[in-house]
């Protein structure tokens, strides 16, 4: 059973809220991060500024994954994750 839209957007929400609140993750939340941008990039019903938020947690996610430091990395995006987050609740 595949995710709906409004799924894959609540867990998006749900990662990118745990960092901002707990200023910590893991690389496994980054690559899950990815999948679901992946997977909703492909709707063509998306909101423009969706994809434009989309497209910069995807980038957020690509260099959490591959820093030695996650928690500073996230700890030096909490404005930007505030951004996001408000961007995914005005939009979707």
């Known amino acids: 059973m595949s995710l709906t839209y409004n799924h894959q957007i609540g867990i998006l ?3 990118l809220t745990n960092h901002q609140t707990d200023c910590c993750g ?3 939340e980054c690559e899950q991060l990815e999948r679901l941008i992946k997977s909703l990039m ?5 909101d423009d500024n969706v994809k434009n938020v ?3 947690v995807y980038s957020y996610s690509q260099q959490g994954k591959y820093t030695q430091h996650l928690d500073s990395h996230i ?3 909490q404005q930007q994750l ?3 987050i408000d961007g995914i609740d005005h939009y979707s």
Request: hydrophobic share 30%; charged share 25%.
């Open 42 to 46: 492909v709707n063509s019903n998306i």
């Open 75 to 77: 700890n030096e995006h």
């Open 13 to 15: 929400k749900d990662i």
């Open 54 to 56: 989309l497209e910069e």
């Open 26 to 28: 893991t690389v496994s």
């Open 82 to 84: 505030t951004q996001w």
